[in-house]
T-cell receptor, first 114, second 113 residues
Framework: KAGVTQTPRYLIKTRGQQVTLSCSPISGHRSVSWYQQTPGQGLQFLFEYFSETQRNKGNFPGRFSGRQFSNSRSEMNVSTLELGDSALYLC?????????????FGPGTRLTVT | DQQVKQNSPSLSVQEGRISILNCDYTNSMFDYFLWYKKYPAEGPTFLISISSIKDKNEDGRFTVFLNKSAKHLSLHIVPSQPGDSAVYFCAASLMNRDDKIIFGKGTRLHILP
């Protein structure tokens, strides 16, 4: 079956702009989680959506937001971009959630803020 | 506050030998642990998991050991192969929570020829 897809794969933005990243989960998966990966901090949890509801949120400022659609596709938005937002953003899907079930990750979106 | 710690940023092991990757956690409520492997330019892939009711889980060349009293787990790879060169992430989840998982910062494993 098709894996998790993320678009775009690469993105360059300038400070102050906003960006929207997209994630299409594996068919049948209802949980989508987002992570930020940076060299110094590893994988940091952003938020998790299940059936269009955000169930949990990590310790990120309100500039980071997301949503999930009825077909389980998810988007995350970052407003007022800062240089420190440069990172690899990973999306992962699973059948029912992150804690007990293995997640399937997409290839990520590499965001560079200049 | 790093609840899941991988204190070795990198590790080099000779091909054919055993690779041991370590992970420590601080929250005693964690009851499920997972290891993921990540190659450059790809997303992490699930490797192996262990529930807190067990102290060992084995899958082929990969074995995860859990020491609850020490809040420590380790991943053993035997024998190590060149394709094992990657970043390995340890992760933990909380009892009765299915909406959040906490990752360590990762350990980069280099398998030397």
């Amino acid at each position: 079956k098709a894996g998790v897809t993320q678009t775009p794969r690469y993105l360059i933005k300038t400070r102050g702009q906003q960006v929207t990243l997209s994630c299409s989960p594996i068919s049948g998966h209802r949980s989508v989680s987002w992570y930020q990966q940076t060299p110094g901090q590893g994988l940091q949890f952003l938020f998790e959506y299940f059936s269009e509801t955000q169930r949990n949120k990590g310790n990120f400022p309100g500039r980071f937001s997301g949503r999930q659609f009825s077909n389980s596709r998810s988007e995350m938005n970052v407003s007022t971009l800062e240089l420190g937002d440069s990172a690899l953003y990973l999306c992962a899907s699973s059948k029912t959630g992150t804690g007990r079930h293995e997640q399937y990750f997409g290839p990520g979106t590499r965001l560079t803020v200049t | 506050d790093q609840q899941v710690k991988q204190n070795s940023p990198s590790l080099s092991v000779q091909e054919g030998r055993i690779s041991i990757l370590n992970c420590d956690y601080t929250n005693s409520m964690f009851d499920y642990f997972l290891w993921y492997k990540k190659y450059p330019a790809e997303g992490p892939t699930f490797l192996i998991s262990i529930s807190s009711i067990k102290d060992k889980n084995e899958d082929g060349r990969f074995t995860v050991f859990l020491n609850k009293s020490a809040k420590h787990l380790s991943l053993h790879i035997v024998p190590s192969q060149p394709g094992d060169s990657a970043v390995y992430f340890c992760a933990a989840s909380l009892m009765n929570r299915d909406d959040k998982i906490i990752f360590g910062k990762g350990t980069r494993l280099h398998i030397l020829p």
